[in-house]
């Protein structure tokens, strides 16, 4: 299973992002995936999770109104739109896969991770 995010960069207060998630090796629409994120000298945190059928969604209350978790399970990719970007949202951003579950806002319960995409918020 490989997951390889992109997207990220560097982008002002208030603009936007779209962070991409390309999964290979299962049955993409098997799995639930989920956004998480870590900044710099803290631990990694729930961003938002989906279903595999993309029904269901969960966000963290930092970041509920300001971006949308979707998914084209055609392309086995999964993105995380970003909107009214703020510093604090600064972090490397990772996806990751539960395999054939349900999703879920715990980093333990995830199978599979990415990379990461670092993404840097300037005021």
């Known amino acids: 299973v490989q997951l390889v995010e992109s997207g990220g960069g560097l982008v002002q207060a208030g603009g936007s992002l779209r962070l991409s998630c390309a999964s290979s090796g299962r049955t993409f629409s098997s799995d639930a995936m989920g956004w998480f994120r870590q900044a710099p000298g803290k631990e990694r945190v729930f961003v938002a999770t989906?279903?595999?059928?993309?029904?269901?969604?969960v966000y963290a209350e930092s970041v509920r109104g300001r971006v949308i978790i979707f998914r084209d399970n055609a392309k086995n990719t999964v993105y995380l739109q970003m909107n009214s970007v703020k510093p604090e949202d600064t972090a490397v951003y990772y996806c990751a896969a539960r395999s054939g579950r349900t999703y879920s806002v715990r980093t333990a319960d995830y199978d599979y991770w990415g990379q990461g995409t670092l993404v840097t918020v300037s005021s």
């Open positions: 989906i279903s595999g059928s993309g029904v269901s969604r």
